[in-house]
């Protein structure tokens, strides 16, 4: 089975560029794709099909996604952007096809 | 604007069978190309996809659950139903229902969510 790692936990500063990395072999050539989580609440969709922002997503999220890294970006991060950050891929694999999410990334904004 | 809302018991016991039901709006199973799933996520934890739905009836399970879980739908009543076998207090989560619309047989993103329904495995 397809396995996407992420790190635990990201702090930023206020202002400053938040990078979370996804992580899996040759990730690059599947479609990754980002959902925002904040306390208490359901995931929201931030990033589709490795960069391409959904309606209503600040301009401030983007994305990439090469070799074995998929990024998600967030410039000039607020308070409001604290929450868990997940990946989740798509994986073929061995004929049972399904979805995998990495462990997420709790981004603290300081 | 696409709406999806869990419901199901609130609490089980071990070894019980796990019944959920997603009612939705906003579009229908029978569009080519649309799907239902489920997403869980046990407290503090992350995501755990476990299965989907789609128009054309052919469903996708979680390797490491397919042999406890079902999925149905039923189109004139908007809604779509999980049920999962012996459930143990490790299943203790909250369970999400998600749609998806594929386009030219690209896989789609879950978009959107409902807001989830937690449910405890406890003796």
Same mark, same amino acid.
């Given at each position: 089975?397809?396995?996407? #790692?992420?790190?635990?936990?990201?702090?930023?500063?206020?202002?400053?560029?938040?990078?979370?990395? @996804?992580?899996?072999?040759?990730?690059?050539?599947?479609?990754?794709?980002?959902?925002?989580?904040?306390?208490?609440?359901?995931? &929201?969709?931030?990033?589709?099909?490795?960069?391409?922002?959904?309606?209503?997503?600040?301009?401030?999220? %983007?994305?990439?996604?090469? +070799?074995?890294?998929?990024?998600?970006?967030? %410039?000039?991060?607020?308070?409001?952007?604290? #929450?868990?950050?997940? @990946?989740?891929?798509?994986?073929?694999?061995?004929?049972?096809?399904?979805? &995998?999410?990495?462990? +997420?990334?709790?981004?603290?904004?300081? | 604007? *696409?709406? =999806?809302?869990?419901?199901?018991?609130?609490? =089980?016991?071990?070894?019980? $069978?796990?019944?959920?039901?997603?009612?939705?709006?906003?579009?229908?199973?029978?569009?080519?190309? /649309?799907?239902?799933?489920? *997403?869980?996520?046990?407290?503090?934890?992350?995501?755990?996809?476990?299965?989907? *739905?789609?128009?054309?009836?052919?469903?996708?399970?979680?390797?490491?659950?397919?042999?406890?879980?079902? *999925?149905?739908?039923? $189109?004139?009543?908007?809604? /779509?139903?999980?049920?999962?076998?012996?459930?143990?207090?490790?299943?203790?989560?909250?369970?999400?229902?998600?749609?998806?619309?594929? /386009?030219?047989?690209? /896989?789609?993103?879950?978009?959107?969510?409902?807001?989830?329904?937690?449910?405890?495995?406890?003796?």
């Amino acid at each position: 089975s397809y396995v996407v #790692a992420q790190t635990p936990s990201l702090s930023v500063a206020p202002g400053q560029t938040a990078r979370i990395a @996804c992580g899996g072999d040759n990730i690059g050539s599947k479609s990754v794709h980002w959902f925002q989580q904040r306390p208490g609440q359901a995931p &929201v969709l931030v990033i589709q099909y490795d960069f391409d922002r959904p309606a209503g997503i600040p301009e401030r999220f %983007s994305g990439s996604n090469s +070799g074995n890294t998929a990024t998600l970006s967030i %410039s000039r991060v607020e308070a409001g952007d604290e #929450a868990d950050y997940y @990946c989740q891929v798509w994986d073929m694999g061995n004929d049972h096809p399904h979805w &995998v999410f990495g462990g +997420g990334t709790k981004l603290t904004v300081l | 604007q *696409i709406t =999806l809302k869990e419901s199901g018991p609130p609490l =089980l016991t071990p070894t019980q $069978t796990l019944t959920l039901t997603c009612r939705f709006a906003g579009f229908s199973l029978t569009t080519s190309g /649309v799907g239902v799933g489920w *997403i869980r996520q046990p407290p503090g934890k992350g995501l755990e996809w476990l299965a989907l *739905i789609y128009w054309d009836d052919e469903k996708r399970y979680s390797p490491s659950l397919k042999t406890r879980l079902t *999925i149905t739908k039923d $189109t004139s009543k908007n809604q /779509v139903v999980l049920t999962m076998t012996n459930m143990d207090a490790a299943d203790t989560a909250t369970y999400y229902c998600v749609h998806s619309h594929m /386009v030219r047989g690209v /896989v789609p993103p879950f978009d959107p969510w409902g807001q989830g329904t937690l449910v405890t495995v406890s003796s």
